[in-house]
Nanobody, 126 residues
Framework: QVQLVESGGGLVQAGGSLRLSCAAS????????MGWFRQAPGKERDFVAA????????SFAGSVKGRFTISRDNAKNTVYLQMNSLKPEDTAVYYC???????????????????WGQGTQVTVSS
């Protein structure tokens, strides 16, 4: 059983940056691919970024490519989402997720992830 706790959300002006963290406990973190998803009010939870269990493969949604980066520190059981050049449309609750994914083609599929955090709010003002 893996527990995930996100942190680092907040209010930022457009063009600013935030770094989200997701700390994992209770399981073999280094076995899991990790993903970030976001959900805006009234919308579905959408894929943002993912990283393979070793960190060698990453994937991004088109809307964040070139602005967001994802990384992980397996020694600290933590995955990060660095968000730069933030836009008001990035406003959402951001969730991290863990899954035993072995193909990058699965990264964007919510149902492939077995564990989820409680989410952290990111608000970008214009």
């Amino acid at each position: 059983q893996v527990q995930l706790v996100e942190s680092g959300g907040g209010l930022v002006q457009a063009g600013g940056s935030l770094r989200l963290s997701c700390a994992a406990s209770g399981g073999a973190f280094s076995r899991y691919s990790m993903g970030w998803f976001r959900q805006a009010p009234g919308k579905e939870r959408d894929f943002v970024a993912a990283i393979s269990w070793r960190g060698g493969t990453t994937s991004f949604a088109g809307s964040v490519k070139g602005r967001f980066t994802i990384s992980r520190d397996n020694a600290k059981n933590t995955v990060y989402l660095q968000m730069n050049s933030l836009k008001p449309e990035d406003t959402a609750v951001y969730y991290c997720a863990a899954g035993l994914l072995y193909s990058s083609s699965s990264y964007a599929r919510k149902n492939e992830y077995g564990y989820w955090g409680q989410g952290t709010q990111v608000t970008v003002s214009s």
